[in-house]
């Protein structure tokens, strides 16, 4: 709910596979959400100050504070294809997210973790 999803989604496109907002499954695959049934979904609106409204509002009527949300990005020096779990990291993304999640409250950080796959053996 605090990340402006439609406003992020055209940067996204430029450096990732992830160009459309969607729900669980791609948009445009005939099982697809409609735009308007997407938006319907708690964190899809395209107010995003609504959304963050609200957020802020679950977390009071939750009682949650100083919450903190960990990222974790995988590396692997073996492999020349990034996941896609980690694509919204490159290129000022975790920061986009970072600033989403602070604008209601929320600190969040990215850990990496770096391995590598031994094919000696």
């Given amino acids: ?54 957020a802020k509002r679950l977390l009071k009527e939750t009682g949650v504070n100083n919450l903190k949300i960990n990222f974790l990005k995988i590396a692997t020096s073996a492999s020349p294809i990034r996941p896609l779990a980690s694509i919204p990291s490159i290129n000022g993304c975790e920061r986009w997210r970072a600033e989403g999640h602070a604008q209601v409250g929320l600190a969040s950080a990215q850990l990496s973790l770096a391995y590598r796959i031994d094919r000696s053996a």
Avoid: H, N, Q
């Fill in 1 to 54: 709910m605090a990340i402006d999803r439609w406003g992020g989604a055209p940067a996204m496109a430029k450096i990732s596979l992830m160009k459309f907002v969607g729900g669980f499954t791609r948009p445009g695959y005939e099982l697809a959400l409609t735009g308007g049934e997407l938006e319907a979904l708690p964190g899809y609106c395209r107010d995003v100050a609504r959304s963050r409204e609200d």
